[in-house]
């Protein structure tokens, strides 16, 4: 009986460690699974100016998630021929994607909304070069009933920060 007892005896730290561990992992797991939670990527609104409207927007001008930014579509609403209008809304693009952190060079993707065909070479003189020497896709199309506010060009995108 003395042997058995020596043996427990001897072996009672081992086995207490043992049986501690899972206690100590699952505090462990819960206190990571709270840090993990504060660290979950969130969608943040930003609004050219600061402020939110005082009315509920249709949609958001800018929003960022998970080191993404996403960036509406952005048309010229003056009077203007396509390389003016295309200067315009490449301009606010970039205005828009630095105020995040991000810049032109970032972009992944990048769609393109005429109102017509016939400004396609206009628009690509102005285009070519904005995005750095190595841009993103980008897809272009033509708006079929035009683009809302006049605009000859309407540019959206997608980016990194």
Not at 5 to 20: H, N, S
Request: glycine share 10%.
């Amino acid at each position: 009986m003395s042997s058995n007892r020596r043996d427990f005896i001897r072996k009672a730290p081992a086995v207490a460690a043992i049986a501690a561990v899972p206690a100590v992992a699952g505090a462990g797991t819960a206190a990571a699974d709270d840090n993990r939670r504060s660290r979950r990527p969130h969608k943040e609104v930003h609004y050219p100016g600061g402020g939110k409207p005082p009315e509920n927007p249709l949609f958001s001008p800018i929003v960022t998630y998970a080191g993404m930014v996403f960036i509406s579509g952005i048309g010229a609403h003056f009077e203007g021929d396509i390389r003016a209008h295309t200067d315009h809304v490449l301009s606010e693009v970039q205005r828009y994607l630095e105020s995040v952190g991000s810049s032109m060079d970032k972009v992944l993707k990048v769609n393109v909304y005429l109102n017509s065909l016939d400004d396609y070479d206009g628009m690509n003189e102005v285009f070519r070069g904005r995005f750095g020497r190595e841009p993103g896709v980008r897809t272009t199309t033509i708006a079929a009933a035009g683009i809302p506010g006049n605009s000859l060009v309407e540019i959206d995108c997608i980016a990194v920060i």
